[in-house]
């Protein structure tokens, strides 16, 4: 490829290429420490985050200088640190674009080209350093402008191995039980607790160990000997069980979403990966602190690359479904559904040909607000849908579009409610506050 020539007058190269605006083309060495607000002009870059660019600036300048020297040791420590970096983020700084994401694109690119499948997505490969190659090269949100034959070409669907998605959660426990492991082998004087096994009883001064004869016959007398026969206590009433709750939508966990962001997905050219905040509390499951914001929020990937535009995606109100259980899509943990109408198909005919329509929430309704279908909102939903139960898969038939483009929940075409006593035939679909969700043009959609 044409950039892996020299990897400073390739970096040049693309920022000129890319940024003519940004980057002079009489500037022999540009500035790349404060290139990403020239760059990126409506990015807003924090002083931790500009720290973080000039660390992996260096940090791209130290791998260059491993490189001509070919020092393996550490060109492999430092291609690691960058894959576990990127392991949990879509950029260097997490979502947000920099120049130091095309100062690594730059130097690395050439490398991962000349890498075996093995070696870019195997058991020991470096999958995430793959997957951010592609997304610089391709993403929008980089608008590099290098030709298609000078990409590096990357098969998606080629991976050897599935690393298990690394949980932040989970890592920060992991680190903090091995710290402890290490100060309590370190005390001295601490010795091993056996559970169950007590110390010693110290026989009085004069008094005889017991003999196995001695033993034996305890044991033999306490065998033979009579048992009190012991009264039992009457039992106490059942309690009359609790009637059964009908099925209801309700047990969807249906809420007002904010997407914050969303990307394409790495690894899926059909899948859009969104950032949204669902009103969740802080440390809840499936959940994690954006960096840029502050807020908890989910991960969501959704199958709507190439039907709806990434640009109607960003910072937007959407109607989210919170309680199926999360699913691994490419690699990339999912925790919600994005609801959105298309328009019913005959039976064996491709359901997601489109168009599709993204569900709409009150554009005021806060994140988290819950969402339910007019007569159907009593009890609580559950916290997680048990697959197994098919619950989503049972009401989903009778989510829907009228005429007035409002989204409904028409009882008559799930069997188990349909014509259920004290129960509307049709429910729209509203938020706390009574406000009616729609779409914007499709009449007798469905709504998945």
């Given at each position: ?27 022999t ?15 807003k ?81 470096y ?59 370190g ?30 016959a ?6 033979t ?132 329509e ?20 009593e ?10 139960k ?38 729209k ?20």
């Open positions: 490829m044409a950039t892996a020539a020299a990897p400073e007058s390739s970096l040049l190269s693309l920022l000129y290429r890319s940024y003519p605006t940004a980057i002079s083309p009489d500037a060495e540009p500035d790349y420490l404060h290139a990403s607000p020239k760059i990126f002009p409506l990015v870059f924090a002083e931790t985050e500009e720290a973080d660019i000039k660390q992996w600036l260096n940090t791209v300048t130290g791998l260059k200088t491993a490189l001509a020297s070919n020092d393996k040791a550490v060109i492999d420590s430092i291609l690691t640190q960058l894959n576990t970096h990127l392991a949990t983020r879509t950029t260097l700084l997490g979502a947000k674009p920099s120049v130091a994401d095309i100062a690594v694109y730059a130097l690395v690119a050439p490398i991962v080209e000349k890498w075996s499948p093995e070696e870019r997505t195997g058991e020991k490969g999958h995430h350093i793959v997957r951010h190659v592609d997304f610089i090269q391709n993403a929008r949100l980089f608008a590099l402008q290098i030709p298609e034959e000078e990409k590096v070409v990357i098969d998606v669907n080629d991976v050897k191995f599935v690393p298990k998605p690394v949980d932040a959660k989970e890592e920060k426990e992991r680190k903090k039980k091995e710290k402890a492991a290490q100060q309590n082998a005390a001295e004087g601490q010795k091993p607790l056996v559970v169950g096994q007590g110390k010693p009883a110290k026989a009085e001064k004069g008094d005889a160990a017991p003999t196995d004869a001695a033993a034996a305890a044991a033999a007398g306490h065998k000997g009579k048992k009190e026969k012991k009264e039992k206590a009457p039992k106490a009433p059942k309690a009359p069980a609790a009637p059964a709750t009908p099925p209801s939508p309700s047990l969807i966990d249906l809420r007002v979403g904010h997407i914050l962001r969303a990307i394409n997905h790495p690894n899926a050219d059909s899948l859009f990966v969104s950032t949204i905040d669902c009103g969740d509390a802080p440390g809840s499951d499936n959940t994690s602190l954006d960096e840029e914001t502050g807020k908890t929020v989910r991960t969501v990937c959704s199958g709507l690359n190439g039907l709806i535009p990434l640009a109607e995606m960003q910072n937007r109100k959407i109607v989210a479904v919170c309680n199926l259980k999360p699913v691994t899509m490419r690699g990339i943990k999912s925790a919600a559904m994005v609801l959105a109408a298309s328009p019913r198909v005959e039976e064996g005919a491709d359901s997601h040909a489109g168009p599709v993204l569900v709409i929430p009150p554009a005021d309704a806060p994140a988290g607000e819950r969402i339910s279908f007019q007569g159907w909102a009890g609580e939903p559950e916290k997680q849908l048990n697959p197994k098919k619950v989503w898969e049972t009401f989903q038939p009778g989510f829907g579009t009228n005429d007035d483009l409002e989204v409904v929940f028409d009882s008559n075409a799930v069997p188990t409610v349909k014509g259920q006593e004290g129960k509307p035939p049709v429910g679909l509203v938020t706390a506050s009574g406000v009616i969700c729609v779409v914007k043009t499709l009449k007798g959609a469905t709504v998945r």
